[in-house]
Nanobody
Framework: VQLQASGGGLVQAGGSLSLSCAAT????????MEWYRQAPGKQRELVAG???????NYAASVKGRFTISRDNAKNTVYLQMNSLKPEDTAVYYC?????????WGQGTQVTVSS
């Protein structure tokens, strides 16, 4: 099983980016899909999560600016990030729970300049 994340990059404050993460390699029964991030010198933190039924939750710092969604047919999770701030700069990781296993993507860098 592999998680391939893409969509990171450099953007000015106030801009937008969209991340995607596709799970491949025979993964079945995906339950929860999540995005985490880790800034330099800080612990990895949960940004947003979405259940198999579509229920979502967000970190307080991104609520109202970020939107998580998923396409079950494509085993893909998305993160739409709007009104980006310099403090959103981090490596973003996707995490997928399926069949009692947890899988992590390789991370994609998001840099927001002021």
């Amino acid at each position: 099983v592999q998680l391939q994340a893409s969509g990171g990059g450099l953007v000015q404050a106030g801009g937008s980016l969209s991340l995607s993460c596709a799970a491949t390699g025979g993964i079945f029964s995906i339950n929860r899909m999540e995005w985490y991030r880790q800034a330099p010198g800080k612990q990895r933190e949960l940004v947003a999560g979405i259940s198999s039924g579509g229920s979502t939750n967000y970190a307080a710092s991104v609520k109202g600016r970020f939107t998580i969604s998923r396409d079950n047919a494509k085993n893909t999770v998305y993160l739409q990030m709007n009104s980006l701030k310099p403090e959103d700069t981090a490596v973003y990781y996707c995490r997928v729970s399926a069949s009692f296993n947890v899988y992590w993507g390789q991370g994609t860098q998001v840099t927001v300049s002021s």
